[in-house]
């Protein structure tokens, strides 16, 4: 299983980024997809997954009517549209692979930086 994220970078506040995550070594429709982001000394946490089918999301509330995760079965790509961009959105932000939208993933792929800052 490999995931390859790309897209972080620096942003102003109020800005947008679209963050890109490149799947392979699975059947990536049958896997749910998702996005968790990390700050230093804190837990990783959920910001946004879809179902396999792309039929379902779940969206931390933090980030509702914000960000826009979408999946693209036939690239094998999951990407996470952010708008509105916010100092507290600085993270490291992760991609992941795995059962369902409601649990952690069981594959990660490495890091990508966001940061937000005028």
């Known amino acids: 299983v490999r995931l390859g994220a790309s897209g972080g970078g620096l942003v102003q506040p109020g800005g947008s980024l679209r963050l890109s995550c490149v799947a392979s070594?699975?059947?990536?429709?049958?896997?749910?997809m998702s996005w968790y982001r990390q700050t230093p000394g804190k837990e990783r946490e959920l910001v946004a997954a879809?179902?396999?089918?792309?039929?379902?999301?779940n969206y931390a509330d933090s980030v509702k009517g914000r960000f826009t995760i979408s999946r693209d079965n036939n690239k094998n790509t999951v990407s996470l549209q952010m708008n509105n961009l916010k100092p507290e959105d600085t993270a490291v932000y992760y991609c992941?692979?795995?059962?369902?939208?409601?649990?952690?993933?069981?594959?990660w792929g490495q890091g990508t930086q966001v940061t937000v800052s005028s």
């Open positions: 992941g692979a795995g059962s369902s939208i409601y649990r952690p993933p069981d594959y």
């Open positions: 070594g699975f059947t990536f429709s049958r896997f749910a």
């Open positions: 879809v179902s396999g089918s792309g039929l379902i999301r």
